[in-house]
């Protein structure tokens, strides 16, 4: 008799806790017993909450085994019931923790300007931030570690995330960044025992706390920056690799993507997507994750004193017409502008310093003989200008021969200027930028330039026909050194550093 006694009034206290809900209506006292209780979960039951501490309260105490079987049985019935699955789908490990996604607290006060990411939200990617910015700035003496916790609660033990807090006094943002990526599931953050500065001291900021959710997306297209990489010989750059996921969201895998250069003789790159270039050319790298692939086109370029060289042109495609490949357009064909910039890179300066020399005969008579530096130093950039000048005046002349005499006179200006530099300068108190003692050719437009310019039988027709139409020509040749000078077609005193 005392046993059913007891069993009915296990059941009508059962019943009486569905009709009437928590007897305490206290949500925060619910939420500790929720925590606390060894076998605990929220769920909402036609309108009612119910929790199963309540049924494991001990109210009641079962006059009899069988009774206390039956009242532990509906507990855990019920408990199971409501922890199978969170919000879109997340399956939940923890038994302890609520799956009510729109719990909340303090997230509509005034002091907030906004949250990251919203409570409630269903969509949050792996790489997120907390962050809090507010209407009024903090007091930073009261910012510490505890005043952001994030948990996980799909975690079987309601594991803390652990991370760094930061705050930014120009935007009043405080930002909680965890150590490392979030796992898909349910979180709740709390933020709490904030103060405003002193000068707001009436503005009062209440505890925060709110949930969200972590998905484990799917990876659609991986963009990388810059989108075009362009760079020197020796130099290096750091990439940039974003993933865009189905769920609109993205999030930064530089890390995470596998790196590769296509042509590992150009350029090399680490896993964090550090590049170094190594050699000029043109090649691809590309960014591979979970299937997913993007790849970007890469030009390494070769720079002489300051200039960027043009890249070396395909002979095939460079030799197949007159005028050849000029890539950059500065009227000089790309394998001579090359040329140029190699010929006239360095040189060992010479002098001549007179000897005696004594003949089979005994009889002394005097000459001279170079004496040259140790080390070689680099060419005047006026000798590469003189150079680039004559080269834009050969693309000119070979293209309409018949009109030599008009043309003659582009030919002449580039050969004044060099003329002035080799020989009159000292004139003129300005130096003399090409030593005819160590140079094979005398000149800076001379036969080496002829080979180089006119390297094709095509070009070389061209040419000898400009010649051709120049034969019983009278040309003046009293240039003062002055004019010999102002023949040059660029700044003479800008690369001689003299002042304007």
Not at 10 to 34: I, K
Not at 73 to 82: F, L
Not at 110 to 131: A, C, G, H, R, Y
Not at 409 to 414: H, S, V, W
Request: proline share 4%.
């Amino acid at each position: 008799m005392n046993k059913y006694k007891s069993l009915s009034s296990a059941v009508l206290f059962l019943t009486l806790t569905l009709m009437t809900g928590c007897s305490s209506g206290d949500e925060d006292a619910t939420s500790d017993s929720v925590h606390n209780t060894a076998v605990s979960s929220q769920a909402s039951v036609s309108g009612f909450n119910l929790t199963d501490s309540m049924v494991n309260s001990q109210t009641l105490a079962p006059e009899s085994e069988s009774a206390d079987k039956v009242a532990s049985s509906q507990a855990v019935s019920t408990a199971a019931s409501v922890n199978n699955t969170t919000p879109l789908g997340v399956e939940s490990t923890d038994k302890g923790a609520s799956n009510d996604l729109s719990k909340s607290k303090g997230t509509d006060q005034d002091v907030i300007v906004s949250l990251v990411p919203t409570p409630e939200q269903e969509n949050v990617p792996k790489s997120t931030m907390i962050e809090a910015t507010f209407s009024v700035p903090l007091d930073v003496s009261a910012i510490q570690e505890h005043n952001v916790k994030l948990t996980y609660l799909s975690s079987k033990t309601n594991e803390h995330i652990t991370g760094t807090i930061s705050y930014s006094e120009t935007e009043k943002k405080l930002t909680f960044r965890p150590n490392d990526l979030l796992e898909p599931g349910l979180y709740e953050v709390e933020i709490k025992s904030l103060k405003a500065e002193k000068a707001y001291k009436d503005v009062k900021i209440d505890e925060i706390k709110y949930r969200f959710i972590v998905v484990k997306e799917i990876l659609k297209r991986i963009v990388v920056t810059p989108e075009i990489i362009d760079i020197q010989e020796g130099e290096s750059i750091q990439l940039k690799a974003e993933g865009l996921y189905d769920n609109n969201t993205s999030e930064n895998i530089t890390d995470t993507v596998e790196w590769q250069v296509t042509n590992t003789q150009m350029a090399t790159i680490d896993a964090d997507g550090s590049l170094s270039a190594l050699q000029e050319g043109i090649t691809t790298v590309v960014a591979t994750l979970q299937g997913v692939e993007a790849s970007i086109g890469l030009t390494v370029y070769k720079e002489m004193h300051g200039h960027r060289l043009p890249p070396e042109p395909d002979p095939a495609v460079n030799n197949a017409t007159l005028l050849g490949v000029d890539s950059n357009s500065n009227g000089v064909r790309d394998d001579v502008e090359r040329w140029i910039y190699t010929r006239y890179d360095t040189y060992v300066p010479c002098t001549e310093k007179e000897i005696n020399v004594t003949l089979p005969n005994g009889k002394v008579i005097k000459a001279y003989e170079d004496v040259c530096e140790d080390e070689a130093i680099p060419y005047h950039q006026i000798v590469r200008e003189i150079a680039m000048q004559g080269a834009r005046a050969a693309q000119i002349i070979i293209q309409e021969p018949e009109k030599a005499r008009e043309t003659t006179k582009l030919m002449e200006a580039g050969v004044n200027c060099s003329s002035y530099f080799q020989t009159w300068a000292q004139h003129r108190n300005e130096p003399i930028l090409f030593n005819k003692q160590v140079e094979n050719d005398y000149s800076i437009i001379g036969k080496q330039f002829d080979e180089v310019q006119f390297n094709t039988a095509m070009r070389a027709r061209a040419y000898g026909k400009y010649n051709f139409y120049l034969s019983g020509g009278v040309y003046s040749a009293n240039e003062t050194p002055l004019e010999l000078r102002q023949a040059c077609d660029f700044d003479v005193d800008a690369l001689l550093g003299k002042e304007q």
